[in-house]
Structures are given as C-alpha cells and as structure tokens.
C-alpha cells in the first residue's frame, strides 16, 4: 500500500492494462505530447510508443467514432475527451451509436470502449468547462457509468471499465487528479456496479459519489461530534446503480440524504429519491433531501462560483434538520 495521487493512480492503471492486454490503447488531445491535462497519460507513449498512444485533431465526433470502430473491430479504446462538457459534441456517437450497437446487433458483437470525462467545478472553468453531466447517462440503456472518489477506486474502477466488454463512461473530477491517498500494490479491480459503505452509522444515510465524497466524509466527522452516526455511501458507479446497498442502509437508518455537485434537478439524486419513495415509503421517518446545485450553468466569478457549491456545512445542516 503507498500514497499516491488520483491522477498517478490512473496512470499506473493504463500502464497495467496496457501491459497486460496489447489490444488496449488510449487516444485524445494532446495526450501523447503534452501527457494529458493532469498528467494522467506522462509517459505512456515512451512505453509503449506512439501508435498506442495517439494525439488526435480537435473533434469530439472523430475520436469517440474512432474509438467505436475500433471496439467493433476487436482491439479495446480508451478515449479521452479532455473536459467532459466536450462529450456533446460526440453525443449521436455515444447515445446511438456506442450504448446500442450491441442491441441493434443481437449481442453478436461487444463494443469495449472506455471514454474517459474529467468533469466537474475547479478554479473559474467557468460554464462549457465546469459540468458534472453524469445523469445524462444514467438515462441511456447500454452504458455503464463510473464516478470514483478517491485514488485506489480510480485505478480499480478504471482497470474494471477496460476489462469491460460494455461500452464504460469514466467521470473523474478535476479537483481529484492532484488529491493524495493509499492504493493497494497488485492488480487491484473494483467490480462495476458496487458501491461501498465508507462508514458505518445508524441515525441517516447520506449517499454520494465523486469529489462531493470528501465533503461528505467531512460532515460525518463533524455530525459524530454533535451526536449524529451518518453512514455513508459511496455510489463508485451509478450505471448499474447499487439498489441493495442503500436500501439495505435506509431500512437501518430510516433517513436519507443524497449529495452532488451536478445540478439538483434531473440529477441522481432524483433518481434514487424516486426508488427509495416507490418501494421503501413505509420505512421512512423524515422525508428524503437532496442536495445539488441550483438550476444555472456555473458562472466564472469566483464570488459567484461559490454559491452554487455544496458545502460541508450545508451537508451538516441537512442532517441536523431531519434529525431532530
């Protein structure tokens, strides 16, 4: 076990998998040359050269296309999209083409493409570089979607999506990749479809996933003072969403609170409030919260940036609300 960044945790997953699997490449902008944005790719090329590690033109549409023709033709992609609000541009690629041509095929072929997002809100990326558009996805039958937390889920749940015959979307926040913590030595793989219960408690169940999990591990701490045992959850994927696990914790607890960065309406949040109420009503004591941001696109003043931003204290105050 050794402390390391999410950012090198990634990059020893693509140097494994790439090692272990010589189908597998990795191709996006200026990630050959320049190493990727947070250096997450530094490295890779000298490795294993540069037809497995391949810059691209500036077009969405071309490399996620790419990625689909290659997948179909048996080697296994990996694309990056450099920020995740770009996947827009390649949406027909990823909606119609990548989540449903096992479908339309009769499964006579699998389509193993990982489409890495760095996604979410850091230092005035302002509006078309700052979104968290992970429920978009949930939405669309054939995808699978990841959202790690932490580095040692970075590496496992990267290595799971490659290893994945099912296209995979990678979500991996901006203000995780410089972001410390222990990774296990070894081929270390967390299932697709598992979430963990990061600490046990009786009293609420807060349920998050991605850099909000720091924020809510935060809040535990803080709520454990005040007398409050939060149990917390961490989705790690939200495609196949992990059902027992929360309910199995809301049966405990009776309470529920949910917490990310993406906006609040629409969002997961929604989607697991509206599990929860269809089929575990009766067991609840308060009604369910969920905190997200406020319906606008995230405005680059920083003053303003800040409002739209789940704290470790609104989380707090969430609790102590339907705790009384």
């Known amino acids: 076990m050794r402390d390391i960044s999410f950012s090198e945790a990634t990059l020893e997953a693509m140097s494994e ?3 272990r699997d010589s189908r597998v490449f990795v191709m996006g902008e200026d990630i050959a040359r320049q190493g990727g944005i947070f250096g997450q790719f530094r490295g890779l090329p000298q490795k294993f050269g540069f037809d497995r590690v391949i810059d691209t033109p500036i077009s969405e549409t071309a490399i996620v296309g790419a990625g689909v ?17 770009f996947i827009t541009v390649a949406m027909d690629e990823v909606v119609n083409q990548m989540a449903k041509i096992q479908y339309m095929f009769g499964g006579q072929c ?42 040692a889920d970075a590496k496992g749940l990267l290595k799971a999506a490659i290893r994945c015959n099912d296209p995979v979307l990678y979500f991996e926040h901006k203000a995780l990749f410089a972001t410390k913590g222990p990774v296990p030595d070894g081929d270390v793989v967390v299932p697709i479809g598992q979430a ?24 535990v701490e803080k709520l454990a003072d005040l007398g409050i045992m939060a149990e917390a959850i961490d989705l790690r994927t939200i495609s196949p969403i992990d ?14 609170i949910i917490v990310h960065e993406a906006i609040k309406v629409g969002g997961v949040g ?5 599990m929860v109420a269809e089929e575990m009503l ?14 606008v696109p995230v ?17 707090v105050k969430a609790v102590q609300q339907i705790c009384r």
């Not at 389509?111 to 939405?139: K, T, Y």
Request: aromatic residues 6%; neutral net charge; contains cysteine.
């Open 282 to 295: 009766d067991y609840l004591d308060a009604p369910i919260v969920r905190l997200g941001a406020p319906f």
């Open 17 to 19: 998998e790439m090692e």
């Open 110 to 151: 699998s389509m193993p493409l990982v489409l890495r997002a760095p996604d979410g809100i850091i230092r005035s990326a302002a509006a078309q570089h700052s979104q968290s558009l992970e429920a978009w996805f949930m939405h669309i039958p054939g995808l699978k979607v990841v959202v790690p937390s932490n580095p």
């Open 243 to 256: 059902k027992a696990a929360i309910f199995t914790s809301v049966a405990k607890t009776k309470r529920l």
């Open 196 to 219: 963990k219960i990061v600490c046990p408690g009786s009293d609420v169940t807060i349920v998050s996933y991605s850099l909000m999990m720091n924020k809510v591990l935060q809040a």
């Open 299 to 315: 405005p680059f003043s920083p003053a303003l940036e800040k409002l739209v931003k789940i704290e470790t204290v609104d989380i």
């Open 69 to 85: 023709g290659a997948a179909l033709a048996g080697v296994r992609p990996v694309v990056d999209m450099h920020f995740a609000d």
């Open 270 to 274: 929604a989607e697991i409030a509206a």
